[in-house]
């Protein structure tokens, strides 16, 4: 399939996607052009970015035929905005003091329920594989590397170019931390009762479209 065809099945698929998203990115085209005509080209080139990076989970579940829940992808979508977009152009991060800690947490919560699926993915959906707890404490695990990285990742883009990413250093770094790990908890816990009890728990839902939609990823899985 040519980039052309490509692009155009991408814009298909963009328009099926829930308004909450598609507001982000009329949000996103408008401050682009705005900040042209404005010579505000920092603030374009942050939205054109900010725009791609949001078509990124589209892609992937194109290339690698993988369904992902709506409402899983409109908070990928969402993320991002709030991140790139409202924190940096719109200086939500220095406005807002409890802005980087909500969006830690949910990220790390996010990561936690990814983390759930890779390991149940890795066992093709079988429950007797592996006990519950060991597969949310997999999920916990990865949700805390995740955070580790991006800590290790903003130390060096200040050491290397100056930025101001830890904010207060060593305490900034903590609590992101800490926060990234209750969050984790969050979503690895609620793997864990799913694999269990398979009850209408915590994000069930979500955890059940994803596997309903993907049953070559989960042959082995059976519903209590």
Same mark, same amino acid.
């Given at each position: 399939?040519?980039?052309?065809?490509?692009?155009?099945?991408? !814009?298909?698929?963009? =328009?099926?996607?829930?308004? *909450?998203?598609?507001?982000? $990115?009329?949000?996103?085209?408008?401050?682009? *052009?705005?900040?042209?005509?404005? %010579? #505000?080209?920092?603030?374009?080139?942050?939205?054109?970015?900010?725009?791609?990076?949001?078509?990124?989970?589209?892609?992937?579940?194109? =290339?690698? /035929?993988?369904?992902?829940? =709506?409402?899983?992808? %409109?908070?990928?979508?969402?993320?991002?905005?709030?991140?790139?977009?409202?924190?940096?152009?719109?200086?939500? @991060?220095?406005? @807002?003091?409890? $802005?980087?800690? *909500?969006? /830690?947490?949910?990220?790390?919560?996010?990561?936690?329920?990814?983390?759930?699926?890779?390991?149940?993915?890795? +066992?093709?959906?079988?429950?007797?594989?592996?006990?519950? $707890?060991?597969?949310?404490? +997999?999920?916990?695990?990865?949700?805390?590397?995740?955070? %580790?990285?991006?800590?290790? +990742?903003?130390?060096?883009?200040?050491?290397?170019?100056?930025?101001? !990413?830890?904010?207060?250093?060593?305490?900034?770094?903590?609590?992101?931390? &800490?926060?990234?790990?209750?969050?984790?908890?969050?979503?690895?816990?609620?793997?864990? &009762? @799913?694999?269990?009890?398979? #009850?209408?728990?915590?994000?069930?839902?979500?955890? =059940?479209?994803? &596997?309903?939609?993907?049953?070559?990823? +989960?042959?082995?899985?059976?519903?209590?």
């Amino acid at each position: 399939m040519s980039a052309k065809e490509t692009l155009q099945e991408l !814009m298909t698929k963009a =328009r099926s996607q829930p308004l *909450v998203m598609r507001l982000v $990115w009329v949000a996103l085209m408008a401050e682009f *052009v705005a900040g042209l005509v404005a %010579a #505000r080209y920092t603030s374009s080139f942050i939205a054109l970015g900010t725009f791609g990076l949001t078509l990124v989970p589209m892609f992937f579940a194109r =290339r690698f /035929h993988i369904y992902i829940p =709506r409402s899983f992808m %409109a908070g990928i979508v969402l993320f991002i905005f709030a991140t790139l977009f409202l924190g940096e152009v719109g200086d939500f @991060y220095n406005r @807002y003091w409890w $802005w980087d800690i *909500v969006l /830690h947490g949910g990220s790390a919560l996010g990561f936690g329920l990814v983390g759930f699926i890779a390991i149940f993915m890795l +066992f093709q959906g079988d429950r007797y594989a592996a006990p519950p $707890w060991a597969m949310g404490l +997999f999920a916990f695990c990865f949700a805390m590397s995740i955070g %580790a990285l991006w800590e290790i +990742f903003e130390y060096t883009m200040d050491q290397t170019f100056g930025t101001n !990413m830890q904010k207060s250093g060593l305490q900034d770094t903590m609590w992101d931390l &800490i926060v990234d790990a209750g969050g984790g908890l969050i979503g690895a816990v609620s793997g864990a &009762i @799913y694999v269990a009890f398979d #009850r209408n728990t915590p994000f069930a839902s979500l955890i =059940r479209d994803f &596997i309903t939609r993907n049953k070559r990823l +989960f042959g082995k899985y059976r519903s209590k």
